[in-house]
């Protein structure tokens, strides 16, 4: 994929993985390092997403520093129901992310509400819906990494 960006794509991906201003008019404060405008910025950000280069450009929070949870969870689906229950369990507007393993533990997705209570919610209403069990794993120790991907 990476084969189909061009100079100032890759600058700007490497550029904004390191954070983003908090200001006035942050993409224009983002855009002049790299010697573009703020509308060039923003279009090329809306042209990587509409790609595929981008599955996604916005903040993370941290569940927990505002009342809230987020939990790994996994599920054993099988083969052939994956694709549904995999739509099933994205319809939640708490789930994040959702992966697909080789493993017997097939499904994974992260789980982030406003509340533990929520989270657990969540997880017995997947775990209703599907007929699936639903296996939650909160967090114990939160590990900080600095992942730079470069393009």
Known sequence: MTDHLDATDRAVINALQGGFPVSERPFAEAAAPLGLTEQQLIDRIADLRARGVLTRFGPLFKPEALGGEA?????????????????????WPEVAHNYARDHTLNMWFVVAADSPRRCREVCAEISELTGLTVLPMPKLHEFHLDLRLTA
């Not at 939990?71 to 319809?91: G, S």
């Open 71 to 91: 939990v790994l969870c996994a599920m054993t689906v099988p083969a052939d129901r994956f694709d549904a229950v995999a739509e099933q369990v994205n319809a």
